[in-house]
């Protein structure tokens, strides 16, 4: 009898114990992805697109876009107070202390650098990249560009020390920084004199951008980043950097290990979605929020549906 009980007993505590792992893997599972993104405009753009497929695939999802700047984001990922968010490959350099590393100026070999560093220190997963770049660029009038045939950076060069009338609308920090014009004039031997350029204060690439589309004293030429949306809403072309004088900023969700495993669909729903996002369609969608003043998840609302990625 008493080995027929304790049979039974050890029965039931083992049912017990199974539906207890049970009921708390449902738990973590249903829990909601905390998802979290940068609180500049691409910053809510891609964090909107993120929450929109997610909410599409039925998963639970607590919006936290635009929660705050890189460092604001980043700390409340690693501490585990969000789950997941779009960065850039090329912050990685300085993430994870490797700025001297070559890799960053390729966009798959960055890529491939930050997701298996970032992944064995901190247990973070980066998922499949856009084909884009929001690095610091320089962007020419199209009309000029047109005019001259100018393509690339090298192109530029050549022109700014020719009689090209150049000149460069930017920011102290831009023409001051090593990796800013310091970083173009040594690749590309792009030296400007001071009457080329016009030195606004602050930061702001739409406020260079918009000098450089209204010939603000002569200005044709503007410090920008790579998916700025007024570039081409504007009527400026990016030039390109061929030599690789910047690292890569390629967008990209990161998303804590744990709760990848929980949901692994995301990285299937959102590796396609980021796979559309090129840079003249950042620009464009980003433009619709800048210039036009739409909503973010407007925005990224109408680009999924446009594709097929929500209904």
């Known amino acids: 009898m008493f080995l027929k009980w304790r049979r039974s007993f050890l029965l039931a505590a083992g049912v017990t114990a199974l539906l207890g792992s049970t009921l708390i893997a449902q738990a973590q599972t249903a829990a909601p992805l905390r998802v979290g993104s940068k609180i500049d405009t691409e910053g809510k753009l891609l964090g909107n697109i993120i929450v929109l497929v997610l909410e ?48 960053w100026k390729d966009l798959r070999a960055g890529y491939e650098l930050v997701k298996k560093m970032d992944l064995e220190r901190n247990r973070i997963v980066w998922l499949e990249p856009a084909n884009a770049n929001n690095t610091w660029a320089i962007a020419v009038r199209k009309d000029v560009a047109n005019a001259n045939q100018l393509r690339t950076l090298d192109d530029l060069a050549k022109f700014a020390a020719g009689k090209g ?68 809403a504007l009527g400026l072309v990016i030039m390109q950097d061929p030599k690789g004088a910047q690292p890569v900023y390629a967008p990209a969700p990161l998303i804590r290990e744990e709760a990848l495993k929980r949901h692994p669909i995301v990285a299937t729903a959102l590796a396609p979605v980021f796979k559309s996002l090129d840079t003249e369609t950042l620009q ?11 909503d973010a998840r407007k925005v990224a609302g109408d680009y999924l549906r446009s594709k097929g990625f929500i209904k």
């Open 165 to 232: 009338p150049l000149k460069l609308a930017a920011s102290a920090e831009f023409m001051e920084r090593p990796d800013g014009m310091p970083a173009f004039t040594a690749a590309y031997g792009l030296a400007l004199r001071p009457d080329q350029t016009l030195v606004l204060a602050g930061g702001d690439t739409a406020a260079t951008i918009r000098a450089a589309a209204e010939k603000t004293s002569g200005v044709n030429a503007a410090m920008a980043y790579g998916t700025d949306g007024p570039v081409s």
């Open 56 to 103: 599409a695939q039925g998963l639970k999802v607590d919006n936290r876009v635009a929660l705050g700047n890189t460092k604001v984001v980043r700390t409340a990922l690693v501490a585990g107070e969000i789950d997941l968010y779009p960065e850039y490959t090329g912050n990685g350099a300085f993430m994870l202390g490797d700025e001297g590393n070559k890799a």
């Open 284 to 294: 464009q969608l980003n433009a619709r929020i800048q210039l036009e003043g739409v």
